[in-house]
């Protein structure tokens, strides 16, 4: 569930609609600066496509900017925790970005889905992956639990399709979905990051712009100035 996409209550507005509405920047955004390139490291491929440009565009200039302002002051309260799991366990630093993207960063985060905590968990998923959840204690609103069941459940993803966007997608929409389409498209379940984007059009809405709005936010979080933030 993508929680970046409505408010911190319950479901507003369809990620489809958003994806597809075109928004002027208001004249005070800041954009970035200048046409340097970016010197910093990634873990997870900085793909270039039109949709992370639509995002970046949107999230720093767009009605997203106070919302995604509001995640970034959240980040460091998270951070440092999410990247010592994934540190512990060999996998890519930059899928902090995927959590602000489900939840903004919000342990509370619940979405009409029946979604929850900082990685949007649905029941089932969470109790595969050992939390509690009943009438009485939901250890998706734990951030060090729910993150241990959410970079279980991506290492396994990945394992799979052998593709952090693959399984960033999958994550989004499941595995059983996203295996399919790759099925029929390429012959193989298994693929390279590229071939998110072969068969981006034939997810849902909302997971064909899942990956671009997390590659859009990693490239604002990881260098908030040249974005206009935190200045």
């Known amino acids: 569930m993508m929680m970046l996409f409505r408010s911190l209550a319950p479901f507003a507005i369809a990620l489809s609609a958003l994806a597809c509405t075109s928004v002027a920047a208001p004249a005070s ?104 959840v009943d009438d009485e204690v939901d250890e998706r609103l734990d951030p060090k639990k729910s993150t241990d ?12 399709f052998q593709s952090w966007y693959l399984a960033a997608a999958a994550y989004n929409v499941g595995e059983n979905r996203v295996a399919r389409i790759m099925v029929e498209q390429t012959g193989n379940d298994r693929g390279t990051d590229a071939d998110f984007y072969r068969i981006r059009e034939l997810l849902p809405p909302e997971t064909q712009d899942f990956v671009p709005a997390m590659v859009a936010a990693a490239r604002i979080g990881k260098e908030p100035a040249r974005y206009g933030f935190g200045r």
């Open 29 to 132: 955004a800041s954009r970035p600066l200048g046409n340097a390139p970016s010197s910093v490291a990634w873990d997870i491929p900085n793909l270039d496509h039109e949709r992370v440009d639509f995002w970046v565009d949107r999230f720093t200039t767009g009605d997203k900017r106070e919302e995604i302002a509001g995640y970034l002051a959240r980040k460091p309260e998270y951070e440092a925790m999410i990247q010592r799991k994934l540190r512990q366990r060999g996998m890519p630093l930059d899928l902090v970005y995927l959590a602000m993207i489900e939840s903004g960063f919000n342990p509370q985060a619940r979405s009409a889905w029946g979604a929850a905590g900082l990685w949007q968990l649905v029941p089932d998923t969470a109790r595969r992956y050992g939390l509690r």
């Open 149 to 160: 069941a959410a970079l279980a459940y991506l290492a396994k993803l990945y394992d799979h």
